[in-house]
């Protein structure tokens, strides 16, 4: 790939080019509310937070306004529990506790989708309590493979579109819709190229920078991540996983940088994800014709998170992200509380277990409490994984000897 000086010379990349690039999209994972502040003042435009990957970004850049994925942050979450009951997740009760505290006071609004009753419930305590200037609900059906489910949302996608051009004073603009339609495309379509080269070891990169990525992603302007991540994909560097073992992350959200770097110190190597921050979103590609019917038919049919029907969806996106990339076995990533992984827990186990694939589940907060315990486990999961490993490379030489 090659770049751009802008007097029209073109420049061959560097190595030093990679290694920025990768280092730009660290410090942004690092800090995204930092960086949001730094585009809203650079920019001028106002932003609107959303905290589930059913609500299309799109929308809310329409209206020339700067999206945002609020991610947690891993802190205390002690102001959110005067609000909210001890068993919302701990994801849900992060992100009011966020909002609570003002670390998200550069928000001039928050959408929420139907999404899970954690959620919900932030959503209300938001709303009650003025959290932003604006704050509003997609209507979100739980179908999501049937005609009258794509209508249905793309009538509320311009419904909850008008509503926040009137609260916030920012029209619609239909062209600028079809942009950020394409940006988005473009942004997410890299995204997925630069998985395909991960998981087909074309691509060094180790799973704590690739999750680093993903939360670059919804952080960052579109086509600036994009020429930050075509960058780094042009001169990776040297990000050598060793002898360590691949094995697919599965779960919700997982912001938690830090802690998937304690996941790949026990001897893991994180090669690909079943993330609804990942491999669950990245897929998605919106279609030309009516953009709203577009947008609703792309996000409606992506690969679903554990609280849309139907199940089996998920588990063969799964599937298909542990052949892809021979992964060894799969880690599930269990948020606490988190009722609707709790229940497909079980559904994806025996599909995987079907397939002859191992799996092991870890339960936590995204915190670094409990993390000795999560390290000895992992440690077993990866010797169990070497001892099969073993016993397939001895069958392939007593086969091979016959
Ligand atoms: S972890 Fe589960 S319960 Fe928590 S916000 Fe995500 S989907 Fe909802």
Redesign the pocket.
Known sequence: MRSSLGDGVLAAPSAEAGARALERLRRVAADPRAELRRIKERTGLMAVGY??TYLPPELIAAHGVLPFRVPTNGHDDTRAMEYIQGF?????RNVLDQALRGDLDMLDGALFTR?????RGVFAVWDSEKLTPYVDFVRYPTVTHTQAAVDYLAEELQEVSWRMAGALGAPIDEHRLREAIDAGNRARALLAEFARQRAARELAVPGADALAVLIAFTTMLPDEFTQALAALMAQPPAGEPGDAVPVVLSG??FDNIDLARTFEDTGLYLIADDL?TGSRLYTVQVGDGDPWQALARAYLTKPP???KEPSAARADHLLAQVGASGAAGVVFYL?R?????QVEWPFLRDRLAAEGIPVVLIEGEHRAAGLEQVRTRLEAFREQLEALAEVDDGEGQDGGSE
């Open positions: 905290f589930d919302a997740c701990p994801a849900s999404y899970c009753d954690s959620l919700v959200t609804s998170c554990s609280v948020t509380f988190c009722d609707t992984e």
